[in-house]
């Protein structure tokens, strides 16, 4: 399983900037991207459900310049320069996971939020859900870890452990919880 354990991204890797609205209006370095307060970029965040209606998170790297060792959704990404949206969460489900999944597009939204000195996020960022069945082989490069988890649980550890999780993937399930119960429900029975 070598090549479930190549190394997928880069820091050098061109990222589409967007406005507001999510035009595209330039490019730049991955880094770049992430320097100081961040530069508004496009991303995408994935969560994955098994036929039991549970969650699967993943822990960040502790390579990952920002948030690492963190819990997070099951992907989280961004479209490269030239890339479609379905290409670019397909690509990274596979580079992350090893899997493939049917996505069912459900909002997008713009947040920032600062990591120390390390960096930022400030993305416009499309979120997406799906299902997921088989094995589910973790690149080492991109995650420490896996689990699986259901909403109940997942709420308790947000109560519980809030500092353990990244910002983004906390604002998102509580806007899939307030905003998107009906979709999300399909997936989780919520």
């Known amino acids: 399983?070598?090549?479930?354990?190549?190394?997928?991204?880069?820091?050098?890797?061109?990222?589409?900037?967007?406005?507001?609205?999510?035009?595209?209006?330039?490019?730049?370095?991955?880094?770049?991207?992430?320097?100081?307060?961040?530069?508004?970029?496009?991303?995408?965040s994935v969560f994955l459900f098994n036929d039991a209606g549970e969650l699967l998170l993943q822990q960040r790297s502790q390579q990952k310049r920002l948030w690492p060792g963190f819990w997070s959704n099951t992907c989280c990404s961004h479209p490269r320069k030239g890339e479609s949206?379905?290409?670019?969460?397909?690509?990274?489900?596979?580079?992350?996971?090893?899997?493939?999944?049917?996505?069912?597009?459900?909002?997008?939204?713009?947040?920032?939020?600062?990591?120390?000195?390390?960096?930022?996020?400030?993305e416009l960022c499309h979120v997406y859900l799906g299902g997921v069945s088989g094995d589910v082989i973790p690149n080492e490069h991109e995650i420490d870890s896996i689990q699986y988890l259901s909403a109940r649980s997942l709420i308790e550890k947000f109560?519980?452990?809030?500092?353990?999780?990244?910002?983004?993937?906390k604002m998102e399930w509580q806007t899939l919880v307030d905003e998107h119960r009906d979709t999300l429900s399909k997936y989780c029975g919520i």
């Open 85 to 122: 949206m379905p290409i670019a969460t397909q690509r990274r489900l596979y580079d992350e996971l090893h899997v493939e999944s049917t996505l069912e597009f459900v909002y997008k939204f713009t947040y920032q939020a600062e990591f120390g000195e390390a960096g930022s996020e400030n």
């Open 1 to 44: 399983m070598e090549s479930a354990h190549r190394i997928v991204s880069s820091e050098a890797e061109e990222l589409i900037l967007v406005d507001e609205k999510d035009d595209e209006t330039g490019y730049m370095s991955k880094a770049e991207c992430h320097d100081g307060a961040g530069k508004r970029h496009r991303a995408f």
């Open 159 to 169: 109560d519980s452990q809030p500092q353990a999780f990244t910002p983004w993937f």
